[in-house]
T-cell receptor, first 113, second 111 residues
Framework: DAGVTQSPTHLIKTRGQQVTLRCSPK?????VSWYQQALGQGPQFIFQ???????QRGNFPDRFSGHQFPNYSSELNVNALLLGDSALYLC????????????FGPGTRLTVL | EDQVTQSPEALRLQEGESSSLNCSYT??????LFWYRQDPGKGPEFLFT???AGEEKEKERLKATLTKKESFLHITAPKPEDSATYLC????????????FGPGTRLSVLP
């Protein structure tokens, strides 16, 4: 049973560019959440998708957008990259009507130069 | 303001030296408290879910407990492979399903 997968593993971009990160949830899960984790800090919630709709959003600007596909996989897009966007981006999958547990992927390390 | 704090920030133990990590929270309407282990450069690994005060969960050398204001992660006779950052996260009624994470405790277990 495959767990949560994310691609790419690492990414280097320059300021002003755009980036797309991808996530496939754990088999049987229908909900995907995205988190940003800066070095030495806990993850911060970006947004959550269920039934192809954004259900909840954290305190992140509109430069951060996402999408969920009919097969439950998801994308995170970040436009006009800033140096401060450098972080580990984590995808977590869960069941919308489950016990609340979220299972995380290995993350994508984004470096903005 | 709702928040989650963890202490200590970092902890060094000798192999076999038991200790506890603390997670304190101030949220309205706790739905669940979750513990994760995170190795450097990797995603968090799920450990436990606690839903109500008085609840306890155990797994190998780890035991998690919950009160109305805090949770403890007790580590009994730790081994070097227990070295990692331990994160706690809360789900509250006004957050929907998303997590609010604490900053984590970096645990180092020396042989």
């Amino acid at each position: 049973d495959a767990g949560v997968t994310q691609s790419p593993t690492h990414l280097i971009k320059t300021r002003g560019q755009q980036v797309t990160l991808r996530c496939s949830p754990k088999s049987g899960h229908d909900t995907v959440s995205w988190y940003q984790q800066a070095l030495g800090q806990g993850p911060q919630f970006i947004f959550q998708y269920y039934e192809e709709e954004e259900r909840q959003r954290g305190n992140f600007p509109d430069r951060f957008s996402g999408h969920q596909f009919p097969n439950y996989s998801s994308e995170l897009n970040v436009n006009a990259l800033l140096l401060g966007d450098s972080a580990l981006y984590l995808c977590a999958s869960s069941l919308w009507r489950g016990g609340g547990e979220q299972f995380f992927g290995p993350g994508t390390r984004l470096t903005v130069l | 303001e709702d928040q989650v704090t963890q202490s200590p920030e970092a902890l060094r133990l000798q192999e076999g030296e038991s200790s506890s990590l603390n997670c304190s929270y101030t949220v309205s309407g706790l739905r669940g408290l979750f513990w994760y282990r995170q190795d450097p450069g990797k995603g968090p690994e799920f450990l436990f879910t606690l839903y109500s005060a008085g609840e306890e969960k155990e797994k190998e050398r780890l035991k998690a407990t919950l009160t109305k204001k805090e949770s403890f992660l007790h580590i009994t006779a730790p081994k070097p492979e227990d070295s990692a950052t331990y994160l706690c996260a809360v789900q509250a009624e006004n957050y929907g399903q998303n997590f609010v994470f604490g900053p984590g405790t970096r645990l180092s277990v020396l042989p």
